[in-house]
Protein backbone atom coordinates (compact mmCIF):
# COMPACT_ATOMS: atom_id res chain seq x y z
CA UNK A 1 0.00 0.00 0.00
CA UNK A 2 1.09 3.14 -0.91
CA UNK A 3 1.45 6.29 1.29
CA UNK A 4 3.20 7.16 4.56
CA UNK A 5 6.33 5.38 4.87
CA UNK A 6 8.21 5.21 8.12
CA UNK A 7 11.29 3.14 7.15
CA UNK A 8 11.56 5.04 3.63
CA UNK A 9 11.14 8.15 5.78
CA UNK A 10 14.02 7.14 8.27
CA UNK A 11 16.60 6.72 5.38
CA UNK A 12 15.49 10.09 3.72
CA UNK A 13 16.57 11.09 7.08
CA UNK A 14 19.45 9.80 7.76
CA UNK A 15 20.76 10.66 3.57
CA UNK A 16 19.30 14.13 5.26
CA UNK A 17 21.85 14.23 8.21
CA UNK A 18 24.58 12.54 6.33
CA UNK A 19 24.33 15.44 4.32
CA UNK A 20 24.19 18.48 6.79
CA UNK A 21 26.85 16.96 8.99
CA UNK A 22 29.28 17.30 6.01
CA UNK A 23 28.16 20.91 5.09
CA UNK A 24 28.65 22.15 8.50
CA UNK A 25 31.48 20.37 8.56
CA UNK A 26 33.45 22.15 5.37
CA UNK A 27 31.67 25.03 6.41
CA UNK A 28 33.62 25.60 9.88
CA UNK A 29 37.12 24.78 7.80
CA UNK A 30 36.34 27.46 5.85
CA UNK A 31 35.59 29.53 7.90
CA UNK A 32 38.54 28.86 10.01
CA UNK A 33 41.28 29.06 7.05
CA UNK A 34 39.56 32.38 6.93
CA UNK A 35 40.18 33.58 10.50
CA UNK A 36 43.60 32.11 10.62
CA UNK A 37 44.52 33.90 7.71
CA UNK A 38 42.84 37.40 8.98
CA UNK A 39 44.83 36.67 12.13
CA UNK A 40 41.55 38.13 13.87
CA UNK A 41 40.33 34.77 15.83
CA UNK A 42 41.75 31.19 15.66
CA UNK A 43 38.13 30.09 17.85
CA UNK A 44 36.34 28.78 15.31
CA UNK A 45 39.20 26.09 14.00
CA UNK A 46 38.28 22.32 14.59
CA UNK A 47 40.38 21.28 17.64
CA UNK A 48 41.88 17.62 16.14
CA UNK A 49 40.32 15.51 18.50
CA UNK A 50 36.78 16.58 17.34
CA UNK A 51 38.04 16.32 14.06
CA UNK A 52 39.18 12.99 14.47
CA UNK A 53 35.86 12.29 16.72
CA UNK A 54 33.84 13.59 13.70
CA UNK A 55 35.44 12.08 10.47
CA UNK A 56 34.69 8.00 11.43
CA UNK A 57 31.40 9.10 12.74
CA UNK A 58 30.63 10.63 9.64
CA UNK A 59 31.61 7.74 7.61
CA UNK A 60 29.79 5.41 9.71
CA UNK A 61 26.81 7.39 9.58
CA UNK A 62 26.48 7.02 5.85
CA UNK A 63 27.50 3.20 5.74
CA UNK A 64 24.09 3.21 7.93
CA UNK A 65 26.27 1.02 10.62
CA UNK A 66 26.16 2.70 13.82
CA UNK A 67 23.22 3.92 15.76
CA UNK A 68 23.03 7.56 16.32
CA UNK A 69 23.33 7.21 20.01
CA UNK A 70 27.00 6.60 19.55
CA UNK A 71 27.08 9.19 17.08
CA UNK A 72 25.85 11.95 18.73
CA UNK A 73 28.62 12.40 21.66
CA UNK A 74 31.22 12.79 18.46
CA UNK A 75 29.02 15.43 17.09
CA UNK A 76 28.46 17.54 20.60
CA UNK A 77 31.68 19.54 20.97
CA UNK A 78 30.30 20.75 17.34
CA UNK A 79 27.52 22.18 18.74
CA UNK A 80 28.90 23.42 22.03
CA UNK A 81 32.61 24.63 21.81
CA UNK A 82 32.88 25.75 17.18
CA UNK A 83 29.46 26.12 15.52
CA UNK A 84 27.81 29.53 17.27
CA UNK A 85 25.23 30.00 14.39
CA UNK A 86 24.28 26.01 14.54
CA UNK A 87 20.47 25.72 15.58
CA UNK A 88 20.03 24.27 18.77
CA UNK A 89 21.86 20.85 19.48
CA UNK A 90 18.73 19.39 20.80
CA UNK A 91 17.10 19.32 17.77
CA UNK A 92 19.78 16.99 16.67
CA UNK A 93 19.03 13.93 18.67
CA UNK A 94 15.13 14.38 18.41
CA UNK A 95 15.09 14.18 14.61
CA UNK A 96 17.78 11.65 14.25
CA UNK A 97 16.69 8.95 16.93
CA UNK A 98 13.58 9.67 15.74
CA UNK A 99 13.68 7.35 12.66
CA UNK A 100 17.12 5.62 12.83
CA UNK A 101 17.46 2.54 15.02
CA UNK A 102 19.25 2.72 18.34
CA UNK A 103 19.48 0.50 21.48
CA UNK A 104 16.52 2.38 23.27
CA UNK A 105 14.57 3.22 20.66
CA UNK A 106 10.68 2.45 20.44
CA UNK A 107 9.67 -0.40 18.24
CA UNK A 108 8.38 0.54 14.99
CA UNK A 109 5.18 -1.46 14.08
CA UNK A 110 3.04 -2.01 10.90
CA UNK A 111 -0.14 -3.54 11.37
CA UNK A 112 -2.93 -3.63 8.29
CA UNK A 113 -6.44 -3.40 9.08
CA UNK A 114 -9.55 -3.94 7.45
CA UNK A 115 -12.64 -1.72 8.59
CA UNK A 116 -15.42 -4.28 9.88
CA UNK A 117 -18.78 -4.25 8.37
CA UNK A 118 -20.48 -1.52 11.06
CA UNK A 119 -17.08 -1.02 12.29
CA UNK A 120 -15.58 2.73 12.63
CA UNK A 121 -12.02 3.34 12.48
CA UNK A 122 -12.26 4.88 16.09
CA UNK A 123 -12.71 1.08 17.04
CA UNK A 124 -10.27 0.06 14.94
CA UNK A 125 -7.84 1.78 16.31
CA UNK A 126 -9.06 1.02 19.66
CA UNK A 127 -8.80 -2.53 18.71
CA UNK A 128 -5.50 -1.63 17.80
CA UNK A 129 -4.11 -0.91 21.09
CA UNK A 130 -4.29 2.98 20.61
CA UNK A 131 -5.69 5.73 23.51
CA UNK A 132 -8.96 7.09 22.79
CA UNK A 133 -7.41 10.68 23.16
CA UNK A 134 -4.78 10.07 20.29
CA UNK A 135 -7.11 8.08 18.22
CA UNK A 136 -9.75 11.27 18.52
CA UNK A 137 -6.87 13.97 17.02
CA UNK A 138 -5.51 11.31 14.71
CA UNK A 139 -9.34 11.23 13.42
CA UNK A 140 -9.93 14.71 13.66
CA UNK A 141 -6.78 15.88 11.14
CA UNK A 142 -8.12 13.43 8.82
CA UNK A 143 -11.47 14.58 8.84
CA UNK A 144 -9.82 17.63 7.17
CA UNK A 145 -9.23 15.74 3.56
CA UNK A 146 -11.51 12.86 3.99
CA UNK A 147 -15.06 12.46 5.27
CA UNK A 148 -15.17 9.60 7.46
CA UNK A 149 -18.42 8.72 6.03
CA UNK A 150 -17.43 7.24 2.71
CA UNK A 151 -15.33 5.06 4.62
CA UNK A 152 -16.68 1.52 3.59
CA UNK A 153 -16.87 -1.69 5.50
CA UNK A 154 -13.83 -3.83 3.63
CA UNK A 155 -10.68 -0.74 3.61
CA UNK A 156 -7.85 -2.03 4.20
CA UNK A 157 -5.86 0.43 6.22
CA UNK A 158 -1.77 0.44 7.35
CA UNK A 159 -1.33 1.55 10.88
CA UNK A 160 2.30 2.62 11.99
CA UNK A 161 2.94 1.78 15.81
CA UNK A 162 5.58 2.08 18.18
CA UNK A 163 5.95 1.31 21.71
CA UNK A 164 6.47 3.79 24.68
CA UNK A 165 10.10 3.60 25.82
CA UNK A 166 9.89 3.00 29.56
CA UNK A 167 6.22 3.29 30.37
CA UNK A 168 4.25 0.45 31.86
CA UNK A 169 1.06 1.65 29.92
CA UNK A 170 0.12 -0.83 27.21
CA UNK A 171 -1.51 1.85 24.74
CA UNK A 172 0.58 1.85 21.90
CA UNK A 173 2.18 5.37 20.10
CA UNK A 174 0.31 6.21 16.97
CA UNK A 175 2.68 7.36 14.40
CA UNK A 176 0.92 7.03 11.44
CA UNK A 177 -1.88 5.49 9.09
CA UNK A 178 -2.28 5.37 5.50
CA UNK A 179 -5.28 3.72 2.99
CA UNK A 180 -6.43 4.46 -0.63
CA UNK A 181 -10.23 5.07 -0.75
CA UNK A 182 -9.74 4.80 -4.16
CA UNK A 183 -7.50 3.46 -6.87
CA UNK A 184 -5.95 7.14 -7.76
CA UNK A 185 -6.26 8.82 -4.17
CA UNK A 186 -4.74 7.85 -1.39
CA UNK A 187 -4.71 9.59 2.41
CA UNK A 188 -1.62 9.56 5.01
CA UNK A 189 -1.97 10.71 8.25
CA UNK A 190 1.54 11.43 10.11
CA UNK A 191 2.49 12.52 13.44
CA UNK A 192 4.08 16.02 13.62
CA UNK A 193 7.18 17.03 15.43
CA UNK A 194 4.72 18.88 18.29
CA UNK A 195 2.90 14.95 19.35
CA UNK A 196 -0.10 16.83 17.25
CA UNK A 197 -1.17 14.96 13.46
CA UNK A 198 -1.37 16.28 9.57
CA UNK A 199 -3.50 14.34 7.16
CA UNK A 200 -2.74 14.97 3.34
CA UNK A 201 -4.46 13.65 0.10
CA UNK A 202 -2.78 12.26 -2.85
CA UNK A 203 -4.16 11.86 -5.84
CA UNK A 204 -2.37 9.82 -8.35
CA UNK A 205 -2.44 10.69 -12.65
CA UNK A 206 -2.90 8.16 -14.78
CA UNK A 207 -2.02 8.08 -18.68
CA UNK A 208 -4.95 7.07 -21.03
CA UNK A 209 -4.27 4.47 -23.69
CA UNK A 210 -6.41 1.78 -25.93
CA UNK A 211 -6.38 -1.47 -25.32
CA UNK A 212 -8.04 -3.81 -27.16
CA UNK A 213 -9.44 -7.90 -26.26
CA UNK A 214 -10.27 -9.99 -29.31
CA UNK A 215 -10.86 -13.87 -28.99
CA UNK A 216 -13.31 -16.96 -29.31
CA UNK A 217 -15.97 -18.37 -27.07
CA UNK A 218 -14.77 -21.68 -25.97
CA UNK A 219 -15.93 -21.32 -22.06
CA UNK A 220 -17.68 -18.04 -21.58
CA UNK A 221 -18.25 -14.50 -22.82
CA UNK A 222 -17.24 -13.50 -19.01
CA UNK A 223 -14.14 -16.26 -18.80
CA UNK A 224 -12.51 -15.75 -22.52
CA UNK A 225 -13.08 -11.70 -22.31
CA UNK A 226 -11.04 -11.87 -19.71
CA UNK A 227 -7.91 -14.26 -21.13
CA UNK A 228 -7.98 -11.74 -23.96
CA UNK A 229 -7.11 -9.06 -21.58
CA UNK A 230 -10.46 -7.11 -20.70
CA UNK A 231 -11.49 -6.70 -17.14
CA UNK A 232 -14.53 -7.17 -14.76
CA UNK A 233 -15.97 -3.74 -15.18
CA UNK A 234 -15.49 -4.31 -19.27
CA UNK A 235 -17.15 -7.21 -19.37
CA UNK A 236 -20.19 -6.18 -17.49
CA UNK A 237 -20.02 -3.03 -19.82
CA UNK A 238 -20.11 -5.00 -22.50
CA UNK A 239 -23.24 -7.04 -21.27
CA UNK A 240 -24.94 -4.01 -21.43
CA UNK A 241 -24.25 -2.63 -24.52
CA UNK A 242 -25.39 -6.37 -26.33
CA UNK A 243 -28.12 -7.02 -23.77
CA UNK A 244 -30.70 -5.59 -26.04
CA UNK A 245 -29.44 -7.82 -29.11
CA UNK A 246 -28.53 -11.41 -27.31
CA UNK A 247 -30.27 -13.73 -25.23
CA UNK A 248 -27.40 -14.64 -23.00
CA UNK A 249 -29.02 -17.76 -21.47
CA UNK A 250 -29.84 -18.87 -25.35
CA UNK A 251 -27.72 -17.12 -27.90
CA UNK A 252 -24.06 -17.47 -27.32
CA UNK A 253 -22.23 -20.49 -28.26
CA UNK A 254 -18.87 -21.84 -28.79
CA UNK A 255 -17.33 -21.19 -31.58
CA UNK A 256 -18.93 -16.90 -31.63
CA UNK A 257 -16.57 -14.27 -31.79
CA UNK A 258 -16.04 -10.80 -29.79
CA UNK A 259 -13.88 -7.88 -30.03
CA UNK A 260 -13.39 -5.11 -27.65
CA UNK A 261 -11.80 -1.76 -28.12
CA UNK A 262 -11.71 0.45 -24.17
CA UNK A 263 -10.06 2.77 -22.36
CA UNK A 264 -7.15 1.81 -19.94
CA UNK A 265 -5.21 3.30 -17.90
CA UNK A 266 -1.67 3.10 -16.64
CA UNK A 267 0.65 4.09 -13.96
CA UNK A 268 4.13 5.10 -14.18
CA UNK A 269 5.48 1.46 -14.35
CA UNK A 270 2.70 0.94 -16.95
CA UNK A 271 0.79 -1.30 -14.83
CA UNK A 272 -3.08 -0.83 -15.55
CA UNK A 273 -4.63 1.41 -12.72
CA UNK A 274 -8.47 0.97 -13.98
CA UNK A 275 -10.18 1.56 -17.43
CA UNK A 276 -12.36 3.19 -19.11
CA UNK A 277 -15.67 3.44 -21.43
CA UNK A 278 -15.92 0.73 -24.27
CA UNK A 279 -15.61 2.67 -27.61
CA UNK A 280 -16.52 -0.16 -30.21
CA UNK A 281 -17.66 -3.85 -29.53
CA UNK A 282 -18.40 -6.72 -32.02
CA UNK A 283 -20.42 -9.54 -31.60
CA UNK A 284 -20.34 -12.52 -34.54
CA UNK A 285 -22.44 -15.23 -33.85
CA UNK A 286 -25.47 -16.70 -35.38
CA UNK A 287 -26.81 -14.19 -37.98
CA UNK A 288 -24.78 -10.81 -39.43
CA UNK A 289 -22.38 -9.95 -37.16
CA UNK A 290 -22.98 -6.73 -34.86
CA UNK A 291 -21.16 -3.70 -34.45
CA UNK A 292 -21.56 -0.83 -32.14
CA UNK A 293 -19.74 2.33 -31.63
CA UNK A 294 -19.80 5.15 -28.10
CA UNK A 295 -20.93 8.24 -29.36
CA UNK A 296 -22.55 11.06 -27.33
CA UNK A 297 -24.92 13.26 -29.07
CA UNK A 298 -23.53 17.11 -28.63
CA UNK A 299 -26.84 18.62 -27.95
CA UNK A 300 -27.80 16.83 -24.03
CA UNK A 301 -24.44 15.00 -23.83
CA UNK A 302 -26.13 11.61 -23.43
CA UNK A 303 -23.83 8.64 -24.41
CA UNK A 304 -24.85 5.82 -26.33
CA UNK A 305 -24.15 2.60 -28.66
CA UNK A 306 -25.04 2.94 -32.21
CA UNK A 307 -24.17 0.46 -35.17
CA UNK A 308 -22.92 1.25 -38.32
CA UNK A 309 -25.89 3.45 -39.68
CA UNK A 310 -26.36 5.33 -36.55
CA UNK A 311 -29.30 2.76 -35.13
CA UNK A 312 -29.53 2.68 -31.71
CA UNK A 313 -28.14 -0.43 -29.79
CA UNK A 314 -30.96 -0.06 -27.38
CA UNK A 315 -34.77 -1.72 -27.51
CA UNK A 316 -37.75 -0.63 -25.36
CA UNK A 317 -37.52 -3.78 -23.30
CA UNK A 318 -34.50 -5.80 -22.45
CA UNK A 319 -34.54 -9.53 -23.82
CA UNK A 320 -33.98 -11.03 -20.45
CA UNK A 321 -34.59 -9.23 -17.27
CA UNK A 322 -32.11 -11.47 -15.39
CA UNK A 323 -28.29 -11.95 -15.51
CA UNK A 324 -27.38 -15.48 -14.83
CA UNK A 325 -30.04 -17.35 -15.42
CA UNK A 326 -31.54 -20.43 -16.74
CA UNK A 327 -34.26 -20.24 -19.22
CA UNK A 328 -36.39 -23.45 -17.69
CA UNK A 329 -39.96 -22.76 -19.43
CA UNK A 330 -40.71 -21.50 -22.79
CA UNK A 331 -44.09 -19.19 -23.89
CA UNK A 332 -46.88 -21.47 -25.29
CA UNK A 333 -48.95 -24.12 -24.38
CA UNK A 334 -47.52 -26.59 -21.52
CA UNK A 335 -48.83 -29.19 -18.58
CA UNK A 336 -48.90 -27.43 -15.62
CA UNK A 337 -46.13 -28.92 -12.76
CA UNK A 338 -48.60 -28.33 -10.18
CA UNK A 339 -51.99 -28.63 -11.74
CA UNK A 340 -51.21 -31.68 -14.18
CA UNK A 341 -52.93 -30.20 -16.88
CA UNK A 342 -52.54 -28.50 -20.56
CA UNK A 343 -52.99 -24.92 -20.86
CA UNK A 344 -51.26 -21.66 -21.74
CA UNK A 345 -48.38 -20.45 -20.18
CA UNK A 346 -48.17 -16.47 -21.14
CA UNK A 347 -44.58 -16.06 -19.96
CA UNK A 348 -41.15 -17.30 -19.87
CA UNK A 349 -39.49 -19.00 -16.69
CA UNK A 350 -35.92 -18.25 -15.58
CA UNK A 351 -34.60 -20.62 -12.32
CA UNK A 352 -32.23 -18.44 -10.67
CA UNK A 353 -31.11 -18.98 -7.01
CA UNK A 354 -33.41 -17.39 -4.60
CA UNK A 355 -32.84 -13.63 -4.09
CA UNK A 356 -30.97 -13.44 -7.54
CA UNK A 357 -31.82 -9.62 -8.85
CA UNK A 358 -34.72 -8.97 -11.52
CA UNK A 359 -34.15 -6.01 -13.52
CA UNK A 360 -37.19 -3.49 -14.97
CA UNK A 361 -37.24 -4.62 -18.68
CA UNK A 362 -37.48 -0.57 -19.75
CA UNK A 363 -38.34 2.47 -18.17
CA UNK A 364 -41.71 2.92 -16.92
CA UNK A 365 -44.39 2.82 -14.14
CA UNK A 366 -45.18 0.37 -11.88
CA UNK A 367 -49.03 -0.41 -11.45
CA UNK A 368 -48.88 -2.98 -8.72
CA UNK A 369 -46.30 -4.36 -6.76
CA UNK A 370 -48.01 -7.19 -3.93
CA UNK A 371 -49.47 -10.39 -3.65
CA UNK A 372 -51.26 -11.48 -6.39
CA UNK A 373 -52.70 -14.95 -5.90
CA UNK A 374 -50.97 -17.78 -7.53
CA UNK A 375 -48.49 -15.10 -8.77
CA UNK A 376 -47.24 -14.60 -5.47
CA UNK A 377 -45.13 -11.45 -4.92
CA UNK A 378 -46.23 -9.89 -8.54
CA UNK A 379 -44.75 -6.74 -9.96
CA UNK A 380 -46.24 -4.76 -13.01
CA UNK A 381 -45.20 -2.78 -15.10
CA UNK A 382 -46.15 0.05 -18.03
CA UNK A 383 -44.26 1.06 -20.57
CA UNK A 384 -44.81 2.97 -23.40
CA UNK A 385 -46.25 2.30 -27.23
CA UNK A 386 -48.57 -0.25 -25.20
CA UNK A 387 -46.08 -2.34 -23.61
CA UNK A 388 -46.41 -3.97 -19.94
CA UNK A 389 -44.38 -6.44 -18.52
CA UNK A 390 -44.78 -8.73 -15.35
CA UNK A 391 -42.86 -10.40 -12.97
CA UNK A 392 -43.67 -13.14 -10.73
CA UNK A 393 -43.27 -15.42 -7.72
CA UNK A 394 -40.55 -13.08 -6.22
CA UNK A 395 -39.03 -13.29 -2.99
CA UNK A 396 -39.11 -9.57 -2.56
CA UNK A 397 -39.46 -6.12 -3.39
CA UNK A 398 -36.40 -3.79 -4.18
CA UNK A 399 -36.53 -0.57 -1.82
CA UNK A 400 -38.63 2.54 -3.16
CA UNK A 401 -40.86 -0.39 -5.75
CA UNK A 402 -44.54 0.50 -5.23
CA UNK A 403 -47.38 1.17 -7.12
CA UNK A 404 -47.05 4.42 -8.85
CA UNK A 405 -43.41 3.84 -8.83
CA UNK A 406 -40.93 5.14 -12.05
CA UNK A 407 -38.52 3.01 -13.12
CA UNK A 408 -35.79 3.25 -14.96
CA UNK A 409 -34.25 0.08 -17.72
CA UNK A 410 -32.00 -2.00 -16.07
CA UNK A 411 -33.17 -0.65 -12.22
CA UNK A 412 -33.27 -3.88 -9.76
CA UNK A 413 -36.96 -4.46 -8.80
CA UNK A 414 -37.17 -7.16 -6.85
CA UNK A 415 -35.61 -10.27 -6.41
CA UNK A 416 -35.99 -14.37 -6.86
CA UNK A 417 -38.52 -16.26 -5.21
CA UNK A 418 -40.68 -18.84 -4.94
CA UNK A 419 -43.63 -17.77 -3.67
CA UNK A 420 -47.10 -18.46 -5.17
CA UNK A 421 -48.10 -21.47 -6.86
CA UNK A 422 -44.51 -22.55 -7.48
CA UNK A 423 -42.34 -25.28 -7.58
CA UNK A 424 -38.96 -23.92 -7.22
CA UNK A 425 -37.01 -20.62 -7.15
CA UNK A 426 -37.58 -18.84 -10.53
CA UNK A 427 -38.47 -15.84 -12.36
CA UNK A 428 -42.10 -16.00 -14.20
CA UNK A 429 -41.68 -13.20 -16.79
CA UNK A 430 -44.21 -11.81 -19.37
CA UNK A 431 -45.07 -9.38 -21.22
CA UNK A 432 -47.94 -7.98 -23.09
CA UNK A 433 -48.91 -5.80 -25.73
CA UNK A 434 -51.94 -3.83 -26.32
CA UNK A 435 -53.62 -6.21 -23.45
CA UNK A 436 -52.65 -9.62 -25.73
CA UNK A 437 -49.69 -11.38 -23.91
CA UNK A 438 -46.86 -12.05 -26.30
CA UNK A 439 -43.39 -13.86 -26.72
CA UNK A 440 -40.66 -11.90 -25.26
CA UNK A 441 -38.06 -13.88 -26.98
CA UNK A 442 -39.06 -13.41 -30.27
CA UNK A 443 -40.65 -9.47 -30.06
CA UNK A 444 -38.86 -6.98 -32.95
CA UNK A 445 -38.98 -4.32 -30.40
CA UNK A 446 -38.67 -0.60 -31.63
CA UNK A 447 -34.98 0.87 -30.99
CA UNK A 448 -34.30 3.26 -28.15
CA UNK A 449 -33.20 7.18 -29.47
CA UNK A 450 -32.77 8.07 -33.03
CA UNK A 451 -30.00 10.36 -34.04
CA UNK A 452 -30.90 13.49 -36.12
CA UNK A 453 -30.39 14.33 -39.71
CA UNK A 454 -27.27 17.07 -38.07
CA UNK A 455 -26.21 14.57 -35.62
CA UNK A 456 -25.53 11.58 -37.97
CA UNK A 457 -22.28 13.45 -40.31
CA UNK A 458 -20.40 14.16 -36.34
CA UNK A 459 -21.50 10.33 -35.55
CA UNK A 460 -20.17 9.19 -38.82
CA UNK A 461 -16.72 10.88 -38.13
CA UNK A 462 -16.79 9.38 -34.55
CA UNK A 463 -16.91 5.91 -35.59
CA UNK A 464 -14.50 6.64 -38.76
CA UNK A 465 -12.24 7.97 -35.56
CA UNK A 466 -13.19 4.76 -33.22
CA UNK A 467 -12.23 2.12 -36.61
CA UNK A 468 -9.29 4.04 -36.97
CA UNK A 469 -8.44 3.73 -33.48
CA UNK A 470 -9.50 0.03 -33.30
CA UNK A 471 -7.23 -1.36 -36.34
CA UNK A 472 -4.04 0.65 -34.88
CA UNK A 473 -4.59 -1.28 -31.03
CA UNK A 474 -3.22 -4.30 -31.33
CA UNK A 475 -4.79 -7.48 -29.37
CA UNK A 476 -4.14 -7.77 -26.02
CA UNK A 477 -2.42 -5.66 -23.14
CA UNK A 478 0.25 -4.90 -25.74
CA UNK A 479 3.51 -2.84 -24.67
CA UNK A 480 2.87 -0.67 -27.49
CA UNK A 481 -0.33 0.63 -26.72
CA UNK A 482 -1.95 3.44 -28.57
CA UNK A 483 -2.91 6.80 -27.04
CA UNK A 484 -6.03 7.98 -27.25
CA UNK A 485 -6.40 10.48 -29.97
CA UNK A 486 -8.87 12.24 -27.09
CA UNK A 487 -7.24 11.53 -24.24
CA UNK A 488 -5.71 13.39 -21.40
CA UNK A 489 -3.52 12.16 -17.80
CA UNK A 490 -6.12 10.03 -16.47
CA UNK A 491 -6.83 11.62 -13.61
CA UNK A 492 -10.26 10.82 -11.41
CA UNK A 493 -13.56 10.34 -13.70
Do not use: W
Request: glycine share 10%.
Amino acid sequence: MSGFDVNRADKARARGLVAFASITLSTLLLFGLMTTRNGESEAAVLEPAVADRLEPALAALERDETPIAEIQPSLAPLYEEHFVYAPSPDLFPINAVAFRECVDCATLIEADRTVPRGGTLAGLLDDAGVGRVEAAIAISALAEVFDLRQLRAGQDIRLYLETDIGSEDTELRLTGLSFRPDVDRSITVARTFDDGFRARETMARFQSEMARATGTINSSLYVDALAAGATDRVVVELANVLAYAIDFQRSIRAGDEFDILFERYVDEDGETARTGDILYARYDGRGEPMDFFRFETPDDGIVGYYNADGESAERLLMLTPINGARLSSHFGRRRHPILGYTRNHNGTDFAAPTGTPIMAAGNGVVQRANRFGSFGNYIRIRHANGYETAYAHLNGFARGIRSGSRVTQGQIIGYVGTTGRSTGPHLHYEVHYNGRPVNPMTLDLPTGRRLTEDEIPLFEAERDRILALRDATPNGLSDDPVLAAAGGDGGAQ
